[in-house]
């Protein structure tokens, strides 16, 4: 009997096509495969049980990056039988529709580490060894299908015996398309400070640079990386000074989980994170006594961020430090040597990925470049997380590692709905597009305050439409008219006439938690972040909502309070804790109590006329740290909700003293809407000595204030299930607490798990709207 199966999801450019080839030979099945535009195809010739059981090693024993969505097979007449098994070059047949995914990058895989460290294989201490089952895929490739001829490598003519490799369907590496070894692929460059190539070994000598204390820009598989010894504070302190970055923690790579002793502690499911193929930067909990060996990572606050080598490059440094040990037993010894590794790029500005690029816009900052001649197509962070008590994720920045990784859209909605590019908000910008039942996130592209950025996410949307041959139907945006996301939106609605939705940025919020948990039911929404653009024309950001699909209805609000000077008090939490003295009817302490801060008298004047409010739980947190006297000024945003949080976990278990829950008031000026009023404990923390004290029981009374507004719309209502969104949500004391303080009154509290809570995952949101918007 003959049989077609076609196979949807990612089985392109990881192995897939080998792995059936090697099954066929393994039951003696004959017929064909094939990359094709919906993903894989396949023919083959078998028996009743041999087909059975092909179909069912399909799924079972695929390659390890690859992931099946849809496995469908249709019975088909036998006129000739195949004589043999073959991989047939791709085609597209002329679909219109293409549903083929490409892979995220992925880590080196332990064969290619076992060969790039025998002094005997051909690609010993090669800088771009990889095979089916590793290395760069998303930030390399330009279109579909998956062949060479589609990626940067595409200039690079493979040698005798890497084509040898490249054609042999029982090889690791038969059409690995980065393909190549030091005779016919990428080479390595180490520059100084001018462009000038520095002569000697690249690895050998940036590794003497970082040990003397300089500041080497290496370039990564999806973008470049500003590396210095994170051991030597004076070479921090000088990468913090260049790159106008104070005080914000800085991720550092160490070779392995044995080299995290003593700098944190590392449960089994944040080793599993750490180690897994995406290797994410993974918040973790800072030993005892870190902050005196590593003094300038990140100070103030309890958590640091750690990641492990992923690319070639970054374990031949590992290597060249633990003097060139043949073999890989070496990696699982403790190893001294730690690196600081962030982002290279100027404040504000995307991530550098060209050679050019590094050398003119990271000069004064880099005191070398470590570039190679592989082009990076398409820019990718690191991505960042943490892992809850249950071991599962939380996203605070999706990128490098799972990007593109498709997020499925389980519902009635998702068969028929027509494709949607959703393009976010204007923090922490990312954009979203829907294919079928799959939603594809991009990586983090950032804020769209810079025309970078703002050129980048245009760049962004181009690659991600490119690569899923997608033609949009429906546009998504946020209900600010004044963000680039929406200017964008609105020029490309028109561009290809299509419908332009405005999401609202709360209502995004929730629908990000409800598209990943496939929740179609009505929902309380417990919306708290910084801010966002209201239907009232107000700045919301602490808001209890009924969602309903594309309708929400607002049931409740935090009391609005004053924000001076407008956005300059997200960044000042003084202002707003000037802003809580007024609301307290203590104006007259604020000139004296903020003295050190230049205006406060002429805040105190600009709060007696009444500015414009917020009801944002995000600027609540800054008027908090403010009382207590945290960080008057941030360097960077959210710090002072960080710290406050830091202190509160300090304190340990949650103060609950008589009397405590009585500062929060819950008013209910009709059936259906509430406010929450918290101006009471503001007014206990103005007088509060003690910030670790205080600190703990902001949080506190907040999770139990907020519990009980919950609950009380819950009563009002029906709805037992919530879904809480926003950036606040990142906040581990404040969730973790919520989600027990709901479960004892009965309800059951949604955060995102699988993209960001704040306004990363805004564009899932969107697009989940815009799919069920009547129009």
């Known amino acids: 009997m003959r049989q077609q199966i076609r196979i949807r999801g990612i089985v392109q450019g990881v192995g897939f096509r080998p792995f059936v080839y090697r099954l066929a030979l393994e039951l003696g099945v004959t017929g064909w495969v094939r990359n094709d535009g919906q993903g894989v195809t396949i023919a083959i010739d078998a028996a009743p049980d041999l087909q059975a059981e092909f179909a069912r090693r399909l799924r079972f024993d695929a390659p390890p990056l690859a992931a099946i969505d849809d496995l469908q097979i249709t019975p088909l007449a036998l006129n000739e039988p195949f004589p043999d098994f073959r991989i047939l070059d791709s085609g597209l047949d002329g679909e219109a529709n293409t549903a083929a995914t490409?892979?995220?990058?992925?880590?080196?895989?332990?064969?290619c580490l076992a060969e790039l460290f025998d002094p005997c294989n051909r690609r010993y201490r090669y800088a771009f060894i990889n095979c089916t089952d590793c290395g760069p895929r998303y930030t390399l490739v330009s279109r579909l299908p998956y062949d060479r001829a589609n990626t940067s490598m595409a200039g690079f003519a493979q040698c005798t015996p890497c084509l040898s490799e490249y054609t042999n369907p029982l090889h690791l590496r038969f059409h690995a398309e980065p393909n190549a070894c030091p005779d016919c692929g990428p080479q390595l460059q180490l520059l100084d400070a001018h462009g000038e190539v520095i002569a000697g070994d690249a690895i050998e000598q940036t590794l003497a640079l970082l040990t003397a204390g300089k500041i080497v820009a290496i370039k990564g598989l999806g973008g470049f990386h500003l590396v210095c010894d994170a051991r030597n504070l004076k070479a921090i302190a000088t990468l913090r000074e260049r790159k106008n970055r104070e005080e914000k923690p800085l991720a550092m790579m160490v070779a392995n989980i044995a080299s995290l002793a003593g700098i944190a502690n590392v449960t089994q499911a944040e080793q599993a994170w750490l180690e897994s193929g995406a290797r994410p930067i993974v918040l973790l909990e800072k030993a005892a006594g870190v902050d005196e060996i590593l003094e300038g990572i990140a100070p103030q606050f309890n958590s640091i961020g750690v990641l492990l080598p992923y690319t070639p490059i970054q374990y031949l440094l590992f290597h060249e430090a633990a003097g060139r040990p043949a073999g890989v037993?070496?990696?699982?010894?403790?190893?001294?040597?730690?690196?600081?590794?962030?982002?290279?790029?100027?404040?504000?500005?995307?991530?550098?990925?060209?050679?050019?690029?590094?050398?003119?816009?990271?000069?004064?900052?880099?005191?070398?470049?470590?570039?190679?001649?592989?082009?990076?197509?398409?820019?990718?962070?690191?991505?960042?997380?943490?892992?809850?008590?249950?071991?599962?994720?939380?996203?605070?920045?999706?990128?490098?590692?799972?990007?593109?990784?498709?997020?499925?859209?389980?519902?009635?909605?998702?068969?028929?709905a027509e494709p949607v590019l959703a393009l976010g908000?204007?923090?922490?910008?990312?954009?979203?597009?829907?294919?079928?039942?799959?939603?594809?996130?991009?990586?983090?592209?950032?804020?769209?305050?810079?025309?970078?950025?703002?050129?980048?996410?245009?760049?962004?949307?181009?690659?991600?439409?490119?690569?899923?041959?997608?033609?949009?139907?429906?546009?998504?945006?946020?209900?600010?008219?004044?963000?680039?996301?929406?200017?964008?939106?609105?020029?490309?609605?028109?561009?290809?006439?299509?419908?332009?939705?405005?999401?609202?940025?709360?209502?995004?919020?929730?629908?990000?938690?409800?598209?990943?948990?496939?929740?179609?039911?009505?929902?309380?929404?417990?919306?708290?972040?910084?801010v966002g653009l209201g239907e009232d024309g107000t700045?919301?950001?602490?808001?209890?909502?009924?969602?309903?699909?594309?309708?929400?209805?607002?049931?409740?609000?935090?009391?609005?309070?004053a924000m001076p000077g407008g956005d300059k008090a997200a960044r000042e939490p003084w202002r707003m804790a000037a802003a809580a003295l007024a609301m307290l009817g203590r104006g007259d302490e604020i000139a004296t109590r903020f003295a050190a801060q230049t205006g406060a008298e002429l805040i105190a004047q600009l709060l007696a006329r009444k500015p414009a409010v917020t009801t944002s739980m995000g600027r609540y947190f800054d008027a908090a740290a403010g009382l207590l006297g945290i960080t008057p000024v941030m360097s960077f945003e959210a710090q002072a909700a960080m710290q406050l949080e830091g202190l509160a976990t300090q304190y340990g278990d949650c103060p609950t003293e008589d009397g405590l829950f009585e500062l929060a008031?819950?008013?209910?000026?009709?059936?259906?809407?509430?406010?929450?009023?918290?101006?009471?404990?503001?007014?206990?923390?103005?007088?509060?000595?003690?910030?670790?004290?205080?600190?703990?029981?902001?949080?506190?009374?907040?999770?139990?204030?907020?519990?009980?507004?919950?609950?009380?719309?819950?009563?009002?209502?029906?709805?037992?299930?919530?879904?809480?969104?926003?950036?606040?949500?990142?906040?581990?004391?404040?969730?973790?607490?919520?989600?027990?303080?709901?479960?004892?009154?009965?309800?059951?509290?949604?955060?995102?798990?699988?993209?960001?809570?704040?306004?990363?995952?805004?564009?899932?949101?969107?697009?989940w709207v815009a799919q069920r918007t009547v129009l």
């Open 539 to 561: 700045a919301w950001g602490g808001e209890l909502l009924l969602v309903d699909g594309a309708d929400f209805q607002r049931l409740g609000h935090l009391r609005p309070i």
């Open 425 to 530: 908000g204007f923090f922490k910008n990312t954009l979203c597009v829907t294919r079928g039942e799959q939603a594809y996130l991009s990586q983090y592209i950032g804020d769209m305050d810079r025309v970078a950025n703002c050129l980048a996410l245009e760049a962004a949307s181009d690659h991600l439409l490119h690569l899923l041959q997608v033609q949009p139907r429906r546009i998504a945006h946020d209900q600010h008219p004044d963000f680039f996301s929406t200017q964008l939106a609105q020029c490309l609605a028109a561009k290809w006439e299509t419908p332009c939705i405005a999401v609202q940025h709360h209502h995004a919020h929730i629908a990000a938690v409800l598209a990943e948990y496939h929740l179609n039911e009505p929902v309380l929404g417990l919306a708290l972040d910084g």
């Open 665 to 767: 008031d819950i008013t209910t000026p009709t059936d259906t809407y509430s406010q929450l009023d918290v101006s009471a404990l503001l007014a206990r923390l103005a007088d509060c000595r003690d910030v670790v004290y205080g600190a703990a029981i902001f949080h506190a009374v907040l999770i139990e204030a907020l519990a009980d507004w919950v609950t009380l719309a819950a009563e009002r209502t029906g709805i037992r299930v919530v879904a809480g969104g926003g950036g606040c949500f990142l906040n581990v004391v404040l969730m973790r607490g919520l989600q027990a303080a709901l479960a004892k009154r009965g309800l059951c509290l949604h955060t995102n798990q699988s993209v960001p809570c704040g306004d990363g995952g805004l564009a899932l949101g969107q697009a």
């Open 102 to 111: 490409i892979g995220a990058d992925s880590t080196i895989c332990p064969a």
């Open 329 to 416: 037993a070496w990696l699982q010894q403790p190893q001294p040597l730690a690196l600081v590794m962030t982002s290279a790029n100027p404040h504000g500005e995307p991530l550098v990925i060209a050679n050019d690029e590094a050398i003119t816009h990271l000069s004064g900052i880099a005191d070398a470049f470590l570039i190679h001649n592989r082009d990076i197509v398409i820019r990718c962070d690191d991505s960042v997380l943490r892992v809850d008590a249950h071991g599962a994720p939380q996203f605070i920045r999706r990128a490098r590692g799972y990007t593109p990784r498709a997020i499925s859209l389980a519902s009635p909605f998702a068969n028929t």
